[in-house]
């Protein structure tokens, strides 16, 4: 990337006109339908389901050498633990992490984020899953913008300039157009989600992700085949569907769902009781035809654990809606060692839930 004054302008010809507004209603796509758009399809029924695993810069001077790995991104992820999420029956792994250009300065293009990318989607080939690539950081947007209370880190760290930062939002455009391009052949990848939980209306910036996401979905590069997954605002929350731009058919539609959190995020010891409705999300999501929910989950100790999964998950079957559980272990046992809260491989009630979800599946890439 050369140019910085726009990335718009960087990213074709098409973005030069600018970002679309909140309120634009996009036309259907008239391309040719993917036969990876088929995964995505509600009326016939859920066809992905998985977990999703995490990665983050690696920063020595927080984390030392051992605690995510040595390497870019961390914590590590192994062959093994991808192919033990196989062996249970699973056909999706969602990969939550960095995106491919820097996250400040020029917004230039990572080679090493791109690298680690290329050799993840062959790692999930080789498992016989699809994957999803999302990008949780990338311009203007550090990982600790997930953590913005938290003191355990330095706060010269936290990058959440992107809501503010016109150029930053154009360059997490391009960045998004730019991975379709680079990654979009590859027969394991199911979906590019262009930016993970977006949360501007929380920070007080509820139109920036509205022209964003409709700005990806009219300059997506559909003859690649890859389909666009877009997330609403305040963390991929349903209720922030309504300020949503209407999507192409090229587009799916993910929202997360950590309801009730009081149970969800519940500190050991709490004794929260599971309550709430678990179809709640899907008649939210109602009349959305490509919807899916790419990462849910509980906290290990939290009571009823295994009604919490099958609840959740049959609410989701019901509607025709692929899912992913939060979250997967990665292999690293240092990293692991310490991060137990959510690790689904820890719970007997949870892993059972999700044996009995996971054979029901069918497909898996060429």
Request: some cysteine.
């Given at each position: ?187 394991a990848l199911a979906g590019i989600l262009a930016m993970v939980e977006p949360n501007g209306q929380d920070l007080g910036r509820a139109e920036v992700w509205p022209a964003m996401a409709a700005a990806i979905d009219r300059n997506w590069p559909v003859g690649t085949g890859v389909p666009l997954i877009l997330s ?113 491989r820890l719970s007997d009630e949870a892993m059972n839930a999700l044996r009995a979800a996971f054979r029901r599946n069918r497909g898996r890439p060429d």
């Amino acid at each position: 990337m050369t140019c910085r004054r726009s990335f718009l302008g960087c990213a074709g010809a098409a973005l030069t006109a600018g970002f679309a507004p909140p309120q634009l209603r996009l036309a259907a796509f008239d391309g040719v339908a993917s036969s990876r758009m088929a995964l995505w399809e509600n009326a016939g029924g859920a066809s992905l389901r998985g977990a999703v695993f995490t990665q983050r810069r690696v920063y020595p001077d927080l984390d030392g050498s051992e605690f995510l790995g040595s390497g870019l991104l961390g914590a590590p992820i192994s062959q093994d633990s991808l192919d033990a999420l196989a062996e249970t029956g699973a056909n999706l792994a969602v990969w939550s992490g960095a995106g491919l250009f820097a996250e400040s300065g020029r917004f230039e293009l990572d080679a090493r984020i791109e690298d680690h990318i290329a050799r993840w989607l062959d790692m999930c080939r080789t498992a016989g899953l699809y994957t999803v690539i999302g990008f949780r950081t990338g311009p203007g947007r550090s990982a600790f913008a997930f953590h913005p209370e938290d003191d355990w880190y330095p706060r010269r760290l936290l990058n959440q300039s992107l809501w503010q930062d016109e150029e930053a939002q154009a360059a997490w455009v391009a960045m998004s157009l730019h991975a379709a391009r680079r990654f979009g052949a590859h027969p394991a990848l199911a979906g590019i989600l262009a930016m993970v939980e977006p949360n501007g209306q929380d920070l007080g910036r509820a139109e920036v992700w509205p022209a964003m996401a409709a700005a990806i979905d009219r300059n997506w590069p559909v003859g690649t085949g890859v389909p666009l997954i877009l997330s609403p605002d305040r963390w991929a929350r349903a209720e922030a569907m309504p300020a949503m731009p209407e999507v192409s058919a090229h587009t799916v539609i993910n929202v997360h769902d950590y309801d009730p959190w009081a149970y969800t995020h519940q500190g050991e010891g709490a004794g929260t009781p599971l309550s709430g409705d678990p179809r709640r999300l899907t008649a939210m999501m109602a009349g959305n035809p490509r919807w899916a929910c790419l990462e849910f989950g509980a906290a290990l100790h939290a009571p009823e654990l295994g009604r919490y999964f099958q609840t959740r998950i049959a609410a989701l079957e019901e509607a025709g809606a692929s899912w992913a559980a939060f979250r997967w272990p990665s292999g690293w046992r240092p990293y692991e060692a310490r991060e137990t809260g959510m690790n689904v491989r820890l719970s007997d009630e949870a892993m059972n839930a999700l044996r009995a979800a996971f054979r029901r599946n069918r497909g898996r890439p060429d």
